[in-house]
């Protein structure tokens, strides 16, 4: 089987040029990327992440497990995993676990035999450490959630300190009564997330009140209710933090017209198109896909490898009008 070094010599070029062809690199020049790219037919050439499957019996395929593949933040982390594989002629498989932490083992379970070469996990249950004989021998990278109970990769995004910036920035509004709706109380983003909105209360010296956290906005109809509940209190909230993408979207049609201020953890497509347009925390799930995807394809390729098992991936405020703040173009 011809190796890296066999494309670079017929090609006349280094190895690292032939890797950086392999990966795409729009620096390289088009008449050596021609070159590297006959030498590489000419020669069969299979890159050596490929090259080991083979030697190992695996399939050539990535596993992706997420909640759902339909909500804009996950579908982004799918996309952007496919796109790291793809460029190395590998499949992806992809799956939604849904939101009952019970059926997660049973969906990775099936999905693990497929004798994966790498799976990126955004799990919904607390606990991992069952994975543990499968993690001795296929890569597992955690994406937008931590792992419980496993010594694992993961790559994360800074779910405190985003809760914070939104809270706060709703209290310089001169809000004191923000309120925290999320979907369900089980993800360890919900539960960060939820930390740092109390990080930010006990900052401005305002006492958490318990009547102001809903956790049951799982959709336009539930969502509704938890406003409407809100709204009914004797001392209701002037404005929301909510605490996903999904959570913000099922809210918008309750909030509309209702006069408080709102801010979501996520991005979404024409949450800049509303009115008010809706301010939120800027997340990258396609950043975070891609380390993901990277991180378990170089994990197969050296699982000795030296690595950060943990990265918590910062993010910022997105100001819009839904918060209170008046924008100009």
């Known amino acids: 089987m011809a190796t890296m070094q066999d494309v670079a010599s017929l090609a006349g070029v280094s190895s690292k ?72 002629g590998i499949t992806t498989l992809v799956t939604s676990i849904g939101d009952d932490p019970a059926r997660e083992r049973a969906v990775l379970d099936s999905l693990l035999r497929s004798q994966l070469m790498g799976l990126v996990l955004a799990p919904v249950a607390e606990d991992q450490s069952w994975l543990a004989p499968w993690a001795e021998h296929t890569p597992i990278v955690f994406v ?25 920035h709703l209290l310089e509004h001169g809000h004191t009564r923000v309120a925290f709706v999320a979907d369900s109380a089980h993800p360890p983003s919900t539960r960060r997330r939820l930390e740092g909105y109390r990080s930010a209360l006990a900052e401005s010296r305002i006492d958490l009140d318990d009547a102001l956290v809903s956790l049951d906005a799982t959709d336009r109809e539930p969502a509704a209710a938890v406003v409407d509940g ?8 002037t404005a929301l933090f909510s605490a996903n993408a999904r959570v913000t979207m099922a809210l918008v049609p309750a909030l ?22 809706v301010s939120v925390i800027e997340q990258d799930p396609a950043r975070l896909g891609r380390l993901a995807a990277t991180r378990a394809l170089a994990r197969f390729g050296d699982a000795d490898g030296e690595h950060e098992r943990s990265t918590v991936v910062p993010v910022g405020l997105l100001l819009r009008e839904s918060c209170g703040c008046h924008l100009t173009a």
Do not use: K
């Open 17 to 88: 040029t032939v890797s950086r062809v392999f990966n795409d690199d729009p620096h390289v020049l088009p008449e050596t990327r021609s070159r590297v790219e006959s030498a590489m037919r000419e020669l069969n050439y299979v890159p050596n992440v490929l090259a080991r499957t083979f030697r190992a019996g695996r399939s050539s395929s990535v596993g992706v497990a997420v909640p759902d593949v339909v909500d804009p933040f996950f579908a982004a982390v799918v996309r952007a995993v496919e796109e790291v594989c793809s460029v190395s």
């Open 230 to 237: 809100l709204l009914g209190l004797a001392s209701p909230p």
């Open 256 to 277: 509309r017209s209702r006069g408080i201020a709102s801010l979501g953890f996520g991005d979404f497509p024409m949450a800049d198109q509303l009115d008010p347009a």
């Open 144 to 168: 937008d959630r931590a792992p419980g109970g496993l010594d694992a990769d993961s790559f994360v995004e800074d779910d405190h300190r985003g809760a914070y910036l939104a809270t706060r």
